[in-house]
């Protein structure tokens, strides 16, 4: 039982899986940091407010706090933007130059098997 079990934890993928939700915690608290503690200065500089958590209405006595929706809405935009910018644009982009090599691989191929059959007649 524990041999099965220390295989599977000696797995890459796991390890992978283990690094990437540690990353993704610190850069979350990354994200939120700069989401609250410079963009959110830039904004109480300009609008007269330095956070939208203080922004609330109220209905029936109930207090809804739309400020820190607003909040929570710019760092997921930013936290999108950050992950496609620093992660799916450059793999994208080496997955289109393999792609590219291989397409040229296979062309230099084709060449090398015409050229046998000339050769061979």
């Known amino acids: 039982m524990l041999k099965g079990f220390k295989e599977f934890i000696s797995k890459g993928s796991v390890v992978d899986l283990a690094v990437g939700v540690v990353i993704g915690g610190v850069f979350g608290a990354v994200v939120t ?43 997921f935009i930013i936290t999108a933007l950050a992950v496609y910018f620093v992660v799916v644009v450059p793999i994208n982009k080496l997955r289109d130059r393999k792609d590219k090599s291989e397409d040229e691989m296979s062309n230099e191929e084709k060449m090398v098997q015409l050229l046998e059959q000339i050769a061979s007649k």
């Open 33 to 75: 940091s700069f989401t609250n503690d410079v963009l959110m200065a830039f904004i109480g500089a300009i609008f007269g407010k330095p956070s939208f958590n203080d922004l609330t209405f109220t209905v029936n006595g109930a207090v809804v706090y739309y400020g820190r929706f607003l909040t929570a809405l710019l760092t």
